[in-house]
């Protein structure tokens, strides 16, 4: 499947886009004063919101009737967020609490931090992709009997971890030559998997207005979907071209494909499995098995 990494910002990259859009993915910098080399993480309040408008209408105007966006931002900008899509043409389907695996440094007058929101809307009434994706995660304690064919996912994703700060991020993050993280916010490869198996099909389009370390589009290309990515950090955008040139094993998707086993037509919904043709690659013995 072919990717397109556009090297701007994202307003001025609409411009290149020439297809039209079945998924977007956004994920911008959440305004808190955090240090970017090509954005101001400072703005006032209404720039934004105003700038967080103008990529939700944009992407908007580029979206195929029915196609889906879901929007992530800290759980305090809720309201923000949902006046924002409502206002660029966007319909709530639903509104999803990412919880955390961890929680932030706890404050003295309110509730320590522990999800995120995730704002699942579409281009008209109706998603014209939605798959009902099936997973077994752990029993609770107290159930007695084991599920024989998992659970449908909710509206509250607590299975799926954060890439934490520091070395407890583990081998998904991206790193340095002096192994510091490449890039902080990035997100985890089994967030982006769920939210393009539930919302794409094989060979449609995903869109990242905010690409980052190019997580969006690594999970796209390794299910057959087609992507286009902007970032404005030209660092940025090189290694996302090299980290899906090139993909890591840490960044292979085929070990979770067993958490959604339970998933009618799932193999249809994956698509051609590109983890055992990239293992091969690296072993001419063809004795690497993915499962």
Same mark, same amino acid.
């Given at each position: ?11 001025d ?10 998924l ?8 808190q ?24 209408v ?5 979206t ?11 759980e305090? %900008?809720?309201?923000?967020?949902l ?24 404050v003295a ?18 998603a ?11 029993l ?20 799926i ?13 991206v ?6 993280r490449?890039?902080k916010q ?18 449609d ?7 980052g370390?190019g ?5 796209a ?51 051609? %499995?590109?983890?055992e043709?990239?293992i ?12």
């Open positions: 499947m072919t990717y397109n990494i556009i090297n701007k910002n994202c307003l990259a609409f411009e290149d886009i020439k297809e039209s859009i079945d977007t993915f956004l994920d911008p910098p959440f305004n004063q955090k240090k970017y080399a090509y954005h101001d993480d400072n703005m006032d309040e209404a720039d934004y919101w105003q700038f967080m408008k103008d990529v939700c944009n992407t908007f105007n580029l195929n009737e029915g196609g889906a966006i879901y929007f992530m931002q800290r305090k %900008n809720a309201e923000f967020v006046r924002t899509l409502r206002e660029s043409g966007w319909i709530l389907q639903n509104v999803i609490i990412w919880r955390k695996k961890t929680s932030a440094v706890p007058t309110k509730f320590g931090k522990q999800y995120q929101v995730i704002a699942y809307a579409t281009k008209g009434k109706r014209k992709t939605f798959h009902r994706l099936r997973i077994d995660p752990e609770p304690a107290n159930y007695k009997h084991k599920r024989e064919n998992g659970i449908y996912v909710t509206d509250v994703w607590n299975d971890r954060e890439l934490t700060s520091g070395f407890f991020a583990g081998e998904e993050a790193r340095d030559a002096d192994g510091a490449f890039h990035q997100s985890p490869i089994a967030l982006l998997l769920r939210i393009i198996l539930s919302s794409s099909n094989v060979g389009m995903v869109f990242d207005p905010f690409a370390t997580t969006t589009s690594l999970v290309h390794q299910i057959q979907r087609q992507s286009v990515a902007a970032e404005i950090d030209p660092k940025n955008a090189a290694h996302i071209e090299k980290r899906l040139s090139n993909i890591r094993d840490a960044d292979l998707v085929g070990k979770y494909y067993k958490d959604y086993i339970c998933t009618k037509d799932l193999s249809e919904i994956w698509g051609e %499995n590109l983890d043709i990239l091969r690659k690296r072993d001419d013995n063809l004795q690497t098995k993915l499962f």
